[in-house]
């Protein structure tokens, strides 16, 4: 706990806490040897959540650009108008 909370100027309780979030979320799976728990990153479930973000992230880009098409044409219109 110390080694992981010394970059980051957190408590060993604090750096507990976030690790017990990570390992609910599948994102880490931790073991026990001796007095250490070490823990393992399982990037299977970010890959996945990367996935999913990237469709959102396509429909919004989609989304924006025919919005910017949009206010484009009606400004120009305007221009035409006046």
């Known amino acids: ?16 806490k ?5 390992e ?3 994102l880490i799976t931790r ?6 728990r070490p823990a393992r990153l399982n990037a299977g479930p970010m ?3 990367v996935a999913w973000l990237e469709e959102f992230r396509k429909f919004w880009s989609t989304s924006f650009d025919q919005l910017d098409s ?13």
């Not at 976030?18 to 990570?22: C, T």
């Not at 073991?31 to 250490?36: C, F, L, V, Y």
């Not at 949009?70 to 221009?79: F, G, I, Q, W």
């Open 18 to 22: 976030h690790l017990k979030v990570l």
């Open 70 to 82: 949009l206010l484009e044409e009606l400004k120009n219109t305007d221009k035409r108008e006046n």
């Open 1 to 16: 706990m110390n080694e992981i909370a010394e970059p980051f100027n957190m408590s060993q309780p604090a750096v507990s």
């Open 24 to 26: 609910r979320a599948g």
């Open 47 to 49: 890959k996945d959540a």
């Open 31 to 36: 073991g026990a040897d001796r007095q250490r």
